[in-house]
């Protein structure tokens, strides 16, 4: 056979071709090797038929294998590709590898790259690749690998390369339809808001009833060909690291439990596992999958093979598909969200914050991408960058906002408007806030301005404005906090406008600013702080701790000629006395000490 060669670095390949199959219980599950050994000769300059050489600038040196007939014979849903390659380098990323397919053998399909696989660790000098997908049709691989010495490491080697064709055999329609009927409906907050009747209003959408187990399709399902239980002698671990994870290796296929079998296969009969590396897989839409089997007693933390040798302590998620370029689909991401937010709350797990891995001894996030535990790319890089966001979702998913308080501020010198005083507990997630009102309870049909609101780490109070209000006419309003994922709604209740809520005194106006003495006091958790104004002015209400820090501001608007009235709810704080002040227009007028009794 004719070859291309060019000097700077000659090659002699000695072609040993083996072709083998692993039995299967099942026809329809396929598993294939073919291995090719190559010796290197930097000397002499030859090759051997079975393939081509070409060589380039700085040492590079590239291999191409001859058309290789996929050696599948039963009906396939795609033809799936495994790789191991031997050979003797500094690091992996030395050497490069591509494969392409054709139904003839002539016209040729783009060059597909073939990523090294960092969750395995074989023999010596033996590397693994990541599963890549072709099309059902093809009928013929070839592939390419290229050596690129370095200062490091001049003379980098291939000395043999194992090719795995895997067939997993067909999911029949019925089974994929029932895999999706695992799949909640996405839905919007609002919408759900709409749909809450008036009755039954209070609540949270993420009640601690919410963080079971997502459904999932089982291994005795997905893996019905390959004989598969639930359940196997598998070591468990305490987790408290939740590691995401993407599968590489591009693929067009929609059979995803086909795909999963094939991961099952690459790694039990390609790698030598006991079972499948991840823990669970989430495929595009946003079906999951149970991957290796609990323990026999039913533990779900059983160690896997996913994280860089460092498995201990650790739950890996593997989201099907390349995410170096595109970002996962919205409902795989949300379905991810559930997972994480599940082994979270099971193992009160603070998903904001690092933690110190204890295998590889390193502070990293509690949820960590694959590449935070070794040199790889996993999860790609898309969908890495967009880590920090996934935590902050799943922190608001699993903490939906809780309003503490609401109630009203009237005076009659507006009855035009109203002010509704809310606390609310954002629990560290970004918060819109707005309030739902309306002359009918049934039918709360008009909504204020939203207040957006940063995380925080203590409760934080706001004045939501109604307007447009008609004198003496009864309202009824509920105040809703919606975060990335989660929300909540208030009860509905009631005021008539023009109606003062705060203690005003029309035929006498006050002569001075005046705070007057907290009642009740002691209190537990809740009190009420008059003041009075002899003019219109900005005011806030303030509570400090005894060391003079400030823990709350109460009220903060502009208030009317009069006498006033407002709440403080000391839930959030310790028992102790605090002191609270009158400041008006920016000064402080007056302060006073109370005292809470838990």
Known sequence: MKYLLYSTFSLLFILGLSLSAIAQQQPENEFVTVSHSVEMDSYSGKVSDGFQIQTSDRGRATIFSEPIQVPLQSERPFVALGMHWHAIVGNPHQIEVSARSSVDGQEWSEWMEIEHDHHVELDSDTYAANLVFFPAEAQFIQYQATVTPTMMFSNPTINGIDLFFINPGKTPQHQLDDHLATVPEMREPTDVIREKSVGNVDFQVNTSAEYALPQYVDRQNWGQSLGL?????????????????????????????????????????????????????????GVIYQGRAFSLDGNKDVIGAHFSAQNGGTMGICVIGDYSRVLPSEIAVNRLRDMLAWKANERNIDVLVRRVHPTQGRNIFTISGHRDGGGTECPGQMFYDTLPELRHRVNAFMNPPLIVSSSPNISSSTPESAFIDVVLDNKRAAVIVYVEYGVDPEQLTFETADFQLDGSEEPIRVDVELTDLQMGQEYFYRVVAINSDTLSVGDVKSFKAGEPTSVEQDDQVPSSFTLEQNFPNPFNPTTQIQFSLPENAQVRVLVHNVQGQLMNVVADRNFATGRHEVSFDGASLSSGIYLYSLEVNGRIVDTNKMMLVK
């Open 229 to 285: 239980t639930n359940l196997a002698s598998r070591s468990v671990t305490t987790v408290n690291h939740l590691i995401v994870h993407h599968s590489a290796g591009q693929n067009t296929a929609f059979d995803f439990a086909a795909i999963v079998r094939s991961y099952w296969n690459g790694h039990v009969n390609g790698n030598g596992w006991a079972d499948i590396g991840y823990n669970w897989l989430v495929d595009p839409n």
